[in-house]
């Protein structure tokens, strides 16, 4: 009986390691997006995409060009989706 519970619970913390990772991923490709976009550095990029990507959204750092704010919400939508499903 403990066995298989911890084989399902081994289980279930390996599908989530792999929902993190996929959320790291997306924010760090997010990062490098607006980086590329906004020419900002790459430390203040990923602290946005961060922050946007969780849905707290401070409005300290903010994208200057249209094009970096439709990046934005491109990059912000997959993570604001599983953390809102979550």
Do not use: N
Request: one cysteine or more; hydrophobic letters at 55%.
């Amino acid at each position: 009986m403990f066995v298989c519970f911890l084989r399902h619970f081994f289980h279930i913390l390996w599908l989530l390691g792999s929902v993190y990772l996929a959320l790291f991923v997306l924010i760090g490709a997010g990062a490098a997006t607006i980086a590329a976009v906004e020419q900002m550095p790459f430390d203040k990029a990923l602290y946005f995409s961060l922050i946007t990507g969780l849905t707290i959204g401070y409005g300290d750092v903010v994208p200057a060009t249209s094009i970096g704010r439709i990046a934005a919400g491109v990059a912000s939508a997959p993570c604001s989706r599983s953390t809102a499903c979550s």
